[in-house]
């Protein structure tokens, strides 16, 4: 008798940043292999997007595995969606901007479509012209985990 086996179904969060120095958009239907850590209350947007889904990944192409718990699996894109917040600006040192507490939005879209940044040096990316506020932060998919390699 074959022994059936559920759909490992997992939600995962990614920062614009990650694909605009090196990304290659991500469409629904896709199999890729995706880097990624356990979801952490420590990670960018976490309380932006909190309350509006329950996420367990991080993925990012600067996910090393060196870290702990670092993964990489292949997985196939079920759903994505652009993940927005309002900002606020946190003072400091270096002074950044950071997603707004529960202030997550998402929409629904079949394809990523990255803003173009220009990257300097160490520092933060400097994005185009046309760039405004309602660009994503980043990006949510709803994947289905095909094998675990990590």
């Excluded at 239907?29 to 209350?41: N, Y």
């Excluded at 079920?78 to 929409?107: I, M, N, P």
């Excluded at 933060?124 to 405004?132: G, M, N």
Aim: with cysteine; aromatic share 10%.
């Amino acid at each position: 008798m074959c022994e059936f086996h559920s759909a490992t179904i997992v939600h995962a969060f990614t920062a614009a940043w990650e694909y605009q120095c090196c990304g290659t958009p991500v469409s629904v239907g896709d199999e890729l292999t995706l880097r990624h850590v356990a979801w952490d209350e420590g990670l960018p947007g976490n309380d932006a997007y909190r309350r509006v889904q329950h996420l367990d990944w991080y993925v990012g192409h600067h996910v090393t595995s060196e870290e702990e718990g670092a993964a990489e699996d292949l997985v196939r894109v079920l759903a994505l969606w652009e993940a927005h917040s309002d900002l606020d600006f946190r003072a400091g040192d270096d002074g950044y901007y950071a997603a707004a507490r529960d202030s997550g939005r998402l929409v629904p879209i079949t394809t990523m479509v990255p803003f173009d940044a220009t990257w300097a040096g160490d520092g933060p990316p400097t994005p185009p012209a046309r760039h405004t506020p309602r660009e994503p932060q980043g990006w949510i998919m709803k994947l289905e985990v095909l094998r675990r390699d990590g």
